[in-house]
T-cell receptor, first 113, second 115 residues
Framework: KQEVTQIPAALSVPEGENLVLNCSFT??????LQWFRQDPGKGLTSLLL?????REQTSGRLNASLDKSSGRSTLYIAASQPGDSATYLC????????????FGTGTRLTIIP | NAGVTQTPKFRILKIGQSMTLQCTQD?????MYWYRQDPGMGLKLIYY???????DKGEVPNGYNVSRSTTEDFPLRLELAAPSQTSVYFC??????????????FGDGTRLSIL
């Protein structure tokens, strides 16, 4: 059974800093991995989807990397802004076809103005 | 473009009551999902559907039922509400074809309390 761990559970950094969020998973035979953000009282918004054949995926100030063999992914946020404050979740997908994502419990990020 | 719409946003039920959580999407996605999110826990898959008329169990299906009669709608039914079903419920959808899974899109959730 896939287990997903996100450390730290919470993180506070001053505005403007670059930061890295970590995600580890136990079963490395994944098809892809998604990073989501969740704002309080809201649903999840997909940020990046990185295929198992990719090493990196970028969108604006966000960069996700994937090391399948070691069961790790990182989300890099450059030049953080107060609007980046949210909970960030990673979710690897084991098999194409059943689309069953396994979610971590997330990292709650606070950007201090 | 509305995306994934869930109704109601909030609901309080008494133990033993039943209700249906509604979910509709306007993106012509073939896959739809129901998750629950408990405090401090990751989202857990309840049921999912790969197309109209096809549904399958996820990780925590007990106490729930689903149907998928159209591409757009995927209602979740609680038959005999129990306190353990107090949670936030999220519906999601995605498009998958040709061996390339696309991102899942989520609704804003239904906050359900069973008292």
């Amino acid at each position: 059974k896939q287990e997903v761990t996100q450390i730290p559970a919470a993180l506070s950094v001053p505005e403007g800093e670059n930061l890295v969020l970590n995600c580890s998973f136990t079963d490395s035979a994944i098809y892809n991995l998604q990073w989501f953000r969740q704002d309080p009282g809201k649903g999840l918004t997909s940020l990046l989807l990185i295929q198992s054949s990719q090493r990196e995926q970028t969108s604006g100030r966000l960069n996700a990397s994937l090391d399948k063999s070691s069961g790790r992914s990182t989300l890099y946020i450059a030049a953080s802004q107060p609007g980046d404050s949210a909970t960030y979740l990673c979710a690897p997908l084991l098999n194409f076809g059943n689309e069953k994502l396994t979610f971590g419990t997330g990292t709650r990020l606070t950007i201090i103005p | 473009n509305a995306g994934v719409t869930q109704t109601p946003k909030f609901r309080i039920l008494k133990i033993g009551q039943s209700m249906t959580l509604q979910c509709t999407q306007d993106m012509n996605h073939n896959y739809m999902y129901w998750y629950r999110q408990d405090p401090g826990m990751g989202l857990k898959l309840i049921y999912y559907s790969v197309g109209a008329g096809i549904t399958d169990k996820g990780e925590v299906p007990n106490g729930y039922n689903v149907s998928r009669s159209t591409t757009e709608d995927f209602p979740l039914r609680l038959e005999l509400a129990a306190p353990s079903q107090t949670s936030v419920y999220f519906c999601a959808s995605s498009y998958s074809e040709g061996g390339r899974a696309q991102p899942q899109h989520f609704g804003d959730g239904t906050r359900l309390s069973i008292l």
